[in-house]
């Protein structure tokens, strides 16, 4: 099945300058001759101008296309490149007329599939790919970037090579019991399983702020009623979403909107006010507002200028959250004081004037992102489920080979156990076929990638 020829729309479907499709497969060359009557493979990788016919030699469009002999090629097989006008028409009747006359309709990520299983990259690349041409915020796309160079699937391979080292002196063990202790000592063995244990644990801790980076952190705006809540959504949003009236309570239900602050991704929200309601609409926007709370990475608890914040000390009502919490004055231009006095601990903010909107922005950042909250910062982590699954296993039986050799001195199962953490760290690079693992991965991928 994926060595057949297939053929896609690489780019979005619609009114556009140019189109690309692609065409891979053992029979590419052969399928493109018969709607490129000038086809040629030689010389590779060059643009070529050419007709594009269908199967009774009515004219598609003019075009350039591209060959791209295997092995070196996106997808490790022969592939040819089609760059047509856009638009409705001309890519569907060139797609149409590719698979009339011998190529099939790829399946979502198929052609980065087909990169995986022919060495052209591993799973943790394809998956990084992905999340590239996902990405809606800077941090996003670079992180993507150092995952697709490999950074992430180098630190793996080494662990990988260094589990394999601790298994093949455990067999020498097990193999020649009457060599003494054989080339190294079981207690040296253990500490560097204990090593390598570490290592793994240092790498599961980039999880929540790797899968936070990919998803976008879950900013709340919380207080009272009519403190401005709203405003200041919309005014970090930079656009009228959610409806500002001088009433209390207009906020019935939680808004939530993706946003980027200082090129990071934000899934920022804007909540009912919490306050006692005998009314039911009330009541149950306030119970979602909570939710949210609870769930926040970061809670922007917010009270209006002349409020009584710095005096009752609104971080008392937050303090049982697992997230941060940033205490901000709203409505910094209703003061009448010119120097009003303010709690260090609160930041002042007017939706109205944006006084102190791009400091709020960047607390977020570094209360959401921590040590990552720079660009530069930036290093190689987990950023799934999947990942943070894979290590938490390769940890627990890494946890039980040590444990096997320094009290009950058992090197059959402590060599069993580093295989178990070996086998985690496979899966998840993709060294194993995992057809499962690779269904997955690649179920939500676009067509053409």
């Known amino acids: 099945m994926f060595s057949d020829t297939i053929a896609a729309l690489a780019t979005p ?44 030699g009515t004219l598609i469009d003019r075009g350039l296309y591209t060959v791209f002999p295997g092995p070196n090629s996106y997808t ?23 698979l009339a006359t011998g190529a099939r309709a790829a399946l979502p990520g198929e052609f980065t599939r087909r990169a995986v299983m022919h060495g052209r990259m591993d799973l943790l690349q394809a998956e990084a790919v992905g999340d590239l041409i996902d990405a809606t915020a800077a941090a996003q796309a670079r992180q993507a970037l150092h995952q697709l160079d490999g950074g ?43 090593e390598i244990r570490e290592q793994v644990a240092r790498l599961l801790a980039t999880a929540p702020a790797g899968e936070r980076l990919r998803a976008g952190a ?35 239900d939680a808004i939530e909107a993706h946003t980027t602050f200082l090129g990071w991704p934000i899934r920022l929200v804007d909540t009912a006010g919490l306050r006692e309601s005998a009314d039911e609409a009330e009541q149950l926007g306030v119970g979602f507002s909570r939710r949210y709370v609870e769930a926040a990475e970061v809670v922007v608890a917010c009270e209006a200028e002349g409020g009584e914040a710095g005096k009752r000390g609104r971080e008392s009502e937050f303090e049982s959250l697992s997230g941060s919490v940033i205490l901000v004055q709203t409505k910094a231009d209703l003061s009448t004081s010119p120097r009003p006095r303010v709690p260090a601990s609160l930041l002042r903010t007017s939706s109205l004037t944006g006084e102190g909107l791009d400091l709020l922005k960047e607390a977020v950042v570094r209360a959401a992102f921590g040590a990552h ?77």
């Open 152 to 194: 992430l699937s180098r630190r793996l391979a080494d662990l990988r090579s260094a589990l394999l080292d601790a298994e093949a002196l455990l067999g020498y063990d097990i193999d020649f019991p009457g060599e003494d202790d054989g080339p190294v000592k079981p207690a040296r063995i253990a500490a560097r399983i204990q």
């Open 76 to 98: 490790g097989e022969d592939l040819v490149e089609f760059s047509c006008h856009g638009g409705l028409v001309v890519p569907i009747r060139l797609v149409s007329a590719l």
């Open 13 to 56: 479907p619609g009114r556009s300058a140019l189109a690309v499709v692609r065409l891979s497969g053992r029979d590419a060359f052969v399928v493109a001759a018969r709607v490129i009557p000038t086809f040629t493979a030689v010389p590779p990788r060059t643009a070529h101008l050419a007709a594009f016919v269908g199967g009774d």
């Open 373 to 449: 909250a720079s660009m530069a910062d930036l290093e190689p982590g987990l950023t799934r489920e999947r990942h943070r699954i894979s290590l938490t296993r390769a940890r627990d039986a890494l946890r039980e080979a040590e444990a096997q050799l320094t009290d009950d001195r058992e090197p059959v199962l402590a060599a069993h156990h580093l295989r178990e953490a070996a086998r985690a760290l496979e899966e998840l690079i993709g060294v194993v076929d995992v057809e499962e693992v690779l269904g997955r991965v690649f179920g939500s991928f676009c067509v053409g990638k």
């Open 218 to 252: 879950l900013v709340v705006l919380a207080g009272p009623p009519n403190v401005g809540k709203s405003s200041l959504f919309n005014a970090l949003l930079g656009a009228d979403r959610a409806i500002v009236t001088a009433s209390p309570g207009t906020t019935r």
